[in-house]
């Protein structure tokens, strides 16, 4: 009897996914279903499996939704966040377990209690950041914590980058997620997190300024800025009585400082739309945050207002990006500004075909062990292969996919709405991604902290 998976959304972060339950279809006796809006993007590598059908599904016609989830025994939806509601009311009605790498939203969260009376699994929170960060944190804080040790400061930060061999740019950065996201990182809320006991706050104008520095040992140095909420995951880290708790997102160092320059500019605000947008040049975009002249030219104004000297490298990565073209036009008609940086971006930072990314992630853990202070780092480097299978669809799709076996062969059996923070989740999924490479290196390192001598600066 074979065992139905239905996958909902077959975008950018899915080809690992698919072609591992594919891989596993005959021994695991799988039948894959996957329901797109656009199932002519989908290869025909993945089409034409013996063990694979493709529909066109619209998430919005329900009574299609409906029957493709009655007709499955487990539902994974790599579809927008917003959508997941929908998938998971029906999952309750009919009985289907849930995998999602998307944050638990308070809709889905509210649906724990029946979620549990009929001892479904709604797993989510599975993919890279949120997911690989959770399971590759617990696994280290329960094994510190087993020992008799008491936390007292984590730090983590995750980026997707360029690998180096396919970084030839001065932004040392190619979009490998979804390129909205990284536009308006940051904005909606400052940045809170807590060092050494006291809360610390950031707001937006001043998010990209202030930047941590670490070293990953064969690939340099990154900078990371503070996610909006590091403290979201106290509670469910057991991180009340910490010091410091600290999540950020990584990037080489010196993006965040000319990202910063957007930021200022105003170019990142999604929040009005430009007039006569369609057909305008990238040069009249730039002009549009500036100050009135008469007389200077639209790279002098931009100098003065961002005060950026003649030698500074700032200057040539605004104009790698073709700011001041008075030939590149901008196609969309009503666009923020926020669109507009996107497009403007998107024509520098897309992957290549034969381009490869570079998944990067760090964790700091500080704890007191018989009354000494102790510190392990560790961290995780992932290379793609190629603008298909990248590093991000990797990191992402394969610990979906490895929960939801273990889901259906019954390894994975705590009924609930959940993120993977518990042993009988981490342990199997880590195990199973090193034999994809996807690895944690940990380093015994001196106890730092930010300030030995003083608490509460």
């Given at each position: 009897?074979?065992?139905?998976i239905?996958?909902?959304?077959?975008?950018?972060?899915t080809?690992?996914?698919?072609?591992y339950?594919?891989?596993?279809?005959?021994?695991?006796?799988?039948?894959l279903?996957?329901?797109d809006?656009?199932?002519?993007?989908?290869?025909?590598?993945?089409?034409?499996?013996?063990?694979?059908?493709?529909i066109?599904?619209?998430?919005?016609?329900?009574?299609?939704?409906?029957?493709?989830?009655?007709?499955?025994?487990?539902?994974?939806?790599?579809?927008?966040?917003?959508?997941?509601?929908?998938?998971?009311?029906?999952?309750?009605?009919?009985?289907?377990?849930?995998?999602?790498?998307?944050?638990?939203?308070?809709e889905?969260k509210?649906?724990?209690?029946?979620?549990?009376?009929?001892?479904?699994?709604?797993?989510?929170?599975?993919?890279?950041?949120?997911?690989?960060?959770?399971?590759?944190?617990?696994?280290?804080?329960?094994?510190?914590?087993?020992?008799?040790?008491?936390?007292?400061?984590?730090?983590?930060?995750?980026?997707?980058?360029?690998?180096?061999?396919?970084?030839?740019?001065?932004?040392?950065?190619?979009f490998?997620?979804?390129?909205?996201?990284?536009?308006?990182?940051?904005?909606?809320?400052?940045?809170?997190?807590?060092?050494?006991?006291?809360?610390?706050?950031?707001?937006?104008?001043?998010l990209?300024?202030?930047?941590?520095?670490?070293e990953?040992?064969?690939?340099?140095?990154?900078?990371?800025?503070?996610?909006?909420?590091?403290?979201?995951?106290r509670?469910?880290?057991?991180?009340?009585?910490?010091?410091?708790?600290?999540?950020?997102?990584?990037?080489?160092?010196?993006?965040?400082?000319?990202?910063?320059?957007?930021?200022?500019?105003?170019?990142?605000d999604?929040?009005?739309?430009?007039?006569?947008?369609?057909?305008?040049?990238?040069r009249?975009?730039?002009?549009l945050?500036?100050?009135?002249?008469?007389?200077?030219?639209?790279?002098?104004?931009?100098?003065?207002?961002?005060?950026?000297?003649?030698?500074?490298?700032?200057?040539?990565?605004l104009?790698?990006?073709?700011?001041?073209?008075?030939?590149?036009?901008?196609?969309?008609?009503?666009?923020?500004?926020?669109?507009?940086?996107?497009?403007?971006?998107?024509?520098?930072?897309?992957?290549?075909?034969?381009?490869?990314?570079?998944?990067v992630?760090?964790?700091?853990?500080?704890?007191?062990?018989?009354g000494?202070?102790?510190?392990?780092?560790?961290?995780?480097?992932?290379?793609?292969?190629?603008?298909?299978?990248?590093?991000?669809?990797?990191?992402?799709?394969?610990?979906?996919?490895?929960?939801?076996?273990?889901?259906l062969?019954?390894?994975?059996?705590?009924?609930?709405?959940?993120?993977?923070?518990?042993?009988?989740?981490?342990?199997?999924?880590?195990?199973?991604?090193?034999?994809?490479?996807?690895?944690?290196?940990?380093?015994?390192?001196?106890?730092?902290?930010?300030?030995?001598?003083?608490?509460?600066?």
């Amino acid at each position: 009897m074979l065992r139905k998976i239905l996958v909902l959304g077959a975008g950018k972060s899915t080809s690992y996914l698919l072609d591992y339950f594919l891989e596993k279809s005959d021994t695991e006796k799988l039948h894959l279903s996957i329901g797109d809006i656009n199932p002519d993007a989908i290869p025909s590598s993945i089409k034409d499996h013996q063990n694979c059908n493709v529909i066109l599904l619209d998430i919005f016609k329900d009574k299609d939704r409906k029957k493709a989830i009655k007709d499955s025994d487990i539902v994974v939806s790599m579809l927008p966040a917003r959508f997941h509601i929908k998938v998971a009311e029906d999952c309750v009605t009919l009985g289907k377990h849930l995998v999602t790498a998307s944050y638990i939203s308070e809709e889905i969260k509210a649906l724990d209690e029946a979620v549990q009376k009929k001892g479904l699994v709604f797993m989510n929170e599975i993919g890279l950041d949120p997911g690989i960060d959770h399971m590759s944190a617990m696994q280290i804080i329960d094994r510190i914590r087993n020992q008799g040790g008491k936390m007292v400061l984590f730090e983590s930060f995750t980026g997707g980058l360029v690998a180096p061999e396919s970084d030839n740019n001065l932004w040392n950065y190619k979009f490998t997620w979804n390129p909205r996201n990284v536009v308006l990182a940051g904005q909606g809320g400052a940045a809170k997190f807590i060092q050494e006991g006291t809360y610390k706050y950031i707001p937006y104008h001043k998010l990209f300024r202030r930047t941590e520095f670490f070293e990953i040992e064969g690939y340099g140095k990154f900078e990371g800025y503070a996610n909006r909420d590091s403290l979201k995951y106290r509670e469910a880290y057991g991180l009340e009585d910490a010091l410091t708790l600290y999540r950020g997102t990584m990037r080489r160092v010196g993006f965040s400082k000319a990202w910063n320059m957007f930021v200022q500019l105003g170019m990142t605000d999604d929040s009005y739309t430009v007039e006569n947008s369609k057909g305008m040049s990238y040069r009249e975009f730039t002009n549009l945050f500036l100050p009135y002249s008469p007389t200077d030219s639209v790279e002098l104004k931009l100098r003065h207002y961002l005060k950026i000297d003649q030698d500074d490298s700032k200057w040539e990565m605004l104009s790698e990006l073709h700011l001041f073209d008075a030939k590149k036009t901008i196609p969309l008609d009503h666009a923020t500004p926020a669109q507009i940086l996107q497009l403007i971006l998107e024509d520098s930072w897309t992957l290549d075909e034969e381009d490869k990314d570079m998944i990067v992630m760090y964790h700091k853990f500080g704890y007191e062990l018989q009354g000494k202070k102790l510190q392990i780092d560790a961290n995780m480097v992932v290379i793609g292969e190629n603008r298909t299978h990248t590093a991000m669809s990797k990191t992402v799709g394969l610990p979906v996919a490895i929960a939801t076996l273990l889901i259906l062969n019954q390894k994975i059996k705590t009924p609930g709405v959940q993120i993977p923070i518990s042993k009988e989740v981490y342990d199997p999924i880590l195990k199973e991604l090193r034999h994809y490479g996807i690895i944690f290196k940990e380093y015994k390192v001196p106890y730092l902290g930010y300030n030995p001598d003083s608490v509460g600066n």
